[in-house]
């Protein structure tokens, strides 16, 4: 949060419920939101405790390789299901017209680098981004890694979004 008087506060909170119990300057977040569970009653909480809300979040066009090569070996794909960018564009949108707002956004795609495919999956359960019904597959998920290229390059559909709510 960014204060007036030039203060810049930091804070390790509940990314979902966490408030200043203040009306802020500026709220950021990068690549946490995803991880809520009720993402649009969060977003909506925080733009209208903030004069800006600008987030940076991977979208479901994030590991679509990934989960087209599960697919074909007969698995769900071992990701959090991660938002759409158009429906998140459109709530955001709502809210700017709510508030008397501007909405300013901007997709893209960020490449990450793996030595293989296996070293992806490991990346992806050291972050907490696998979940548990993949973490049985056993040989099921070589199917998959043997349809990946090696070196493996994951690809993120980032969708940045910068909220201003009016005075």
């Known amino acids: ?19 200043t119990g203040q009306r802020s300057d500026w709220t950021v977040s990068s690549f946490c939101l995803q991880w809520v569970t009720d993402l649009k009653a969060s977003l909506r909480f925080h733009a209208e405790q903030t004069r800006r809300l600008s987030i940076c979040v991977p979208c479901s066009g994030t590991f679509s390789d990934w989960r087209v090569a599960h697919q074909r070996a007969g698995l769900e794909a071992a990701v959090w299901p991660l938002p759409d960018a158009l429906v ?52 099921a998920l070589n199917r998959v890694l043997s349809q990946l290229p090696s070196p493996y390059v994951a690809r993120y559909e980032v969708l940045m979004l910068d909220l201003t709510t009016g005075p």
């Open 88 to 139: 998140l564009m459109q709530w955001m949108q709502n809210w700017a017209t709510d508030f008397g707002g501007a909405l300013r956004s901007r997709t893209l795609t960020v490449p990450e680098y793996h030595d293989s495919p296996l070293a992806f999956a490991r990346h992806l359960r050291a972050i907490g981004a696998d979940y548990s019904l993949a973490r049985g597959a056993g040989g």
């Open 1 to 19: 949060h960014i204060r007036n008087q030039g203060l810049v506060r930091l804070h390790k909170a509940d990314a979902a419920t966490f408030s």
